[in-house]
């Protein structure tokens, strides 16, 4: 018998990830969601995958464009990360936000500690979400420290 969705929640709690944003363009259209599930997954080819939920309007961009861009929030950044996370007002989270286009014309989050342009290279259906291999077409990093999240807080690396 499968472990019940609180225990699951609880466990998968003590995990501590960073936050990244994942923004993706098809045509006029641009959207991004906060995700902390997100991994490398290959150095040759340069790969790495996100999980999305099949009902996020980013997933619809993603399906139809089948390229994203991962933004890795560094300290500082939980308003950001807390905006495109909530449901609530999802057609203005880059209000006031001077986006950069990347190489696959998807939004780079200002600030972000890194950011990877990936092409969809593969997709797999995983229950309420899909998990997607993109190859890293572009990078760009800094020094910044990233924003990182435990137990439903955000933590600072010492």
């Given at each position: ?22 923004t993706s363009r098809h ?71 001077n986006c950069e286009q ?57």
């Amino acid at each position: 018998m499968p472990v019940d969705a609180e225990s699951f929640k609880q466990a998968l709690a003590s995990w501590v990830s960073g936050v990244t944003i994942i923004t993706s363009r098809h045509a006029d259209h641009v959207h991004g969601m906060t995700v902390s599930a997100f991994s490398s997954v290959s150095l040759s080819p340069p790969l790495v995958m996100v999980c999305l939920d099949k009902v996020s309007n980013t997933l619809k961009l993603v399906e139809a464009a089948k390229v994203f861009s991962v933004n890795v929030l560094a300290q500082g950044q939980e308003e950001l990360s807390q905006r495109f996370a909530s449901k609530e007002h999802e057609d203005v989270r880059f209000e006031g936000l001077n986006c950069e286009q990347g190489t696959n014309g998807c939004p780079h989050i200002p600030g972000a500690v890194s950011t990877m342009d990936c092409r969809v290279l593969d997709t797999l259906d995983a229950g309420d979400h899909v998990i997607y291999i993109g190859e890293v077409r572009a990078a760009k990093f800094t020094d910044r420290p990233p924003l990182v999240y435990l137990r439903a807080v955000y933590r600072t690396l010492t």
